[in-house]
């Protein structure tokens, strides 16, 4: 596929809407800061999604695709608001900052995915000194490109505590040199034409020989681009993924 089929795709058919709330989502008060952090540099910006109520909770950063802002966004944030929902702190970071990207090809994937890595790990510093943050229960969303940063950055950093991927796997260049894979959540379409199943598959693979037992669900016919259904169920598992695996952390 090419990167314009590509972004076309995901333009047209990204999921916007966000399933009904809940009762108890509903009663929960969410605020919503623009903040940012210094990497290699740039100014990195950061929308935070917190609980309303004071103290600090664990954090989850949320990775968009190769699309930038350009696509999506309103998805991330609906996700980002429903983990503050459900007392956890959302972190949408904007990594695209550190490059000056506003999406990415398979070329400029290529060239800047390790400074994109890097800028993760400083979004980890981050996180961990924020006044609002457990520092000891940090976990990584990411779709796409976003979700192969989020396991690449997972096993390079103790801190990372849980990740769950939509439609991502392991960065070639990793190969046999992975050496950590925290409670993982797999979510992907086996009709993906972009990032193919056996993309998934060796991700478990390699999650179970390193001891992990990560959570599979597959979507039967779902493309890159999941449906909206199947984005909510997507969207519901990861939540509950992350309140077992962050909060119960003491």
Known sequence: MTLRRFLFALLSCLPLAQPA?????????????????????????????APARPGRYPAVLVLYTSAGKLAGMRDFEGFSRSLAEHGMVALLVDYFDRTGTLFAGDWTIGRHLHVWEDTVIDAIDFASAHPRVRRDSIGIFGYSLGAFLAVSVASRDARVDAVAEVAGGLFTYLGGRLRRVPPTLILHGTADRRVDIRYARELE???????????????????????????????????????????RRR
């Open 21 to 49: 709330a809940s009762a108890a989502e509903k009663g929960a008060a969410v605020t919503v800061t623009r903040e940012s952090y210094v990497s290699g540099g740039r100014t990195i910006t950061v929308d935070t999604f």
């Open 205 to 247: 693979r390699v999650a179970r020989s390193l001891g992990t037992r990560p959570l599979v669900q597959l979507y039967p016919g779902e493309k890159h681009v999941l449906s909206a259904t199947a984005m909510a169920d997507a969207r519901a598992r990861s939540l509950a993924f992350f309140s077992r695996n962050l909060q």
